[in-house]
């Protein structure tokens, strides 16, 4: 089986940094693009930024430039940089991975559209 672990979320006051990790673990062969996303309170879940395997970055308007994607894939690892955090960044943000190839058993299987479990983010004012 594959798991998809956030980590990395907490409490920061207003104008502070985090770093979230997303880890992939199991018997994995690739990884195309994967991504982060957020839920607030009370909202709808959203889209936050994704990067493919070859590195190609795209984020949401409001986010570009005080978040950043990035990714080692030797490591199945999707990270976000977020700075100059505001408090309607608050949130519980999760990973996603659009297609997983990976061994379950003798079977090379494959997962679409994988989510993690979410991490909380609190940002204070």
């Known amino acids: 089986q594959v798991q998809l672990v956030e980590s990395g979320g907490g409490l920061v006051q207003a104008g502070g940094s985090l770093r979230l990790s997303c880890a992939a673990s199991?018997?994995?062969?690739?990884?195309?693009?994967m991504g982060w996303y957020r839920q607030a309170p009370g909202k709808q879940r959203e889209l936050v930024a994704t990067?493919?395997?070859?590195?190609?970055?795209d984020y949401v308007d409001s986010m570009e430039g005080r978040f950043t994607i990035s990714r080692d894939n030797a490591k199945n690892t999707v990270y976000l940089q977020m700075n100059s955090l505001k408090p309607e960044d608050t949130a519980v943000y999760y990973c996603n991975a659009d297609r997983i190839d990976y061994s379950n058993g003798n079977t090379r299987t494959r997962a679409m559209n994988y989510w993690g479990k979410g991490t909380l983010v609190t940002v204070s004012s």
């Open positions: 199991g018997r994995i062969f690739s990884i195309n693009a």
């Open positions: 990067i493919t395997s070859a590195g190609i970055t």
